[in-house]
């Protein structure tokens, strides 16, 4: 059995994806870049395997991610808040490829960070769209929920 991570270091961890994401969508400058400024200016606590896995695989997966949630969108992924935008690729990335984590912590995680960082009402629009993504990446779980 492998150590358990404090849900405050994996939190702290998501909202760093977040914002380095956010960094990425921005200034296009290269994620090894970004995740090596990332690791040197944040010290303390924080999952950092979990922000090296997604940080590093979103970029390499985008076109896979955005192929997910882009028929659940009303708009084009270009005219989303570049907030928004990193919480789809943090949740849709997470109930894709991190199974290890149940799917209701996903959501609930993202929709946190909207209501920190991003514009009134961001929450309910990430919820939306990361809760209709559930049945489609996540059936057996969603299924066993209902």
Known sequence: MGTRIP?????????????????????RMEPAEISKQFHADNPGKIDWDYFDDIFTNVPIQAKQLVASFQPLLDREVSA?????????????????????????VVINECVELAKNYGATDSHKYINGVLDKLVPKLRMEEHAGST
């Open 7 to 27: 849900v405050a270091q994996r939190r702290r961890a998501r909202q760093l994806i977040m914002q380095a994401l956010y960094q990425w969508f921005m200034s």
């Open 80 to 104: 989303i808040d570049p907030v928004e935008k990193a919480l789809l690729y943090l949740g849709t990335y997470e109930l894709s490829y991190r199974i290890d984590v149940p799917y209701r």
